[in-house]
């Protein structure tokens, strides 16, 4: 029993040490996710397969931003829970913020619809552990197990040691894809601006108009053929150049 808790422990130490790397490797959301998985298979006692999940929304309304999965059959118990269902450990965890387990997922009443559902696949233990930045719950690390009574306690708390770092990886993690994202969105607009403006100020010589109703010209005709703003720019752009070169001269 000794030699069992040190080589838990150590599992523990490891995954603790994976956490602190992924600050320093930089990866994506994607990678961070599937490393924080993996590391909470070696790190919690008894997981046969771990999900990572990112939510948002209210507490009853939740919306999954990302998932991650250490093994395929994950990645299909957490589609039941979050897709399917919408109902499982993982969003009980985060409900009650605190970690829930079942060792015998087929006959837990606590979801009628997803436990049995599971238990026919083989899956008979899990453990959900809420994923919590600064009071405020993101997500939520399940662990899974085909035997039965696989977690308890003990699992439990070797869980909540590795969740607390996990969430500062996963949280800090979105927020750089986030940044990433916004400034994509705000390079994609600024290469776009001077055509717009240029269409602007050729709607404005063609009508008159100022350019807050040019604008919203533009803005009436992306919206009613279900086109970029910067695309019916453009085609205004490109009709006016070869208006332009058919003139005499």
């Not at 006959?107 to 436990?115: A, E, Q, T, V």
């Not at 290469?191 to 109703?213: F, H, L, M, N």
């Amino acid at each position: 029993m000794k030699d069992d808790t040190t080589a838990a422990a150590a599992d523990l130490q490891a995954g603790l040490s994976r956490l602190a790397g992924l600050v320093a490797d930089s990866l994506g959301l994607p990678q961070v996710l599937a490393e924080v998985a993996g590391s909470a298979v070696r790190a919690i006692p008894g997981a046969d397969g771990a999900g990572v999940t990112l939510l948002c929304g209210e507490p009853h309304d939740r919306t999954v931003v990302a998932r991650a999965a250490s093994v395929p059959f994950v990645t299909e118990v957490d589609a039941i829970q979050y897709q399917t269902l919408s109902e499982g450990p993982g969003l009980t965890a985060v409900e009650l913020r605190r970690a829930v387990w079942s060792g015998s997922l087929g006959g837990d009443r606590s979801w009628p619809r997803f436990g049995p559902r599971v238990g026919r696949m083989g899956v008979h233990s899990a453990l959900a552990l809420p994923l919590t930045v600064a009071d405020q719950v993101v997500g939520a690390i399940t662990v899974y197990a085909y035997g039965k009574d696989s977690f308890g306690g003990h699992a439990a708390e070797f869980g909540e040691l590795f969740a607390k770092p996990a969430a500062v990886a996963v949280h800090n993690a979105r927020i750089l894809a986030d940044a990433l994202t916004l400034t994509d969105q705000l390079r994609a607009a600024l290469s776009t601006r001077p055509v717009i403006d240029q269409a602007i100020g050729i709607i404005r010589s063609r009508t008159g108009r100022s350019a807050a109703e040019a604008f919203a010209q533009l803005r009436a005709v992306s919206q009613a053929e279900q086109r970029k703003l910067a695309e019916v720019a453009e085609r205004v752009v490109d009709e006016a150049v070869r208006r332009a070169r058919l003139r005499p001269r």
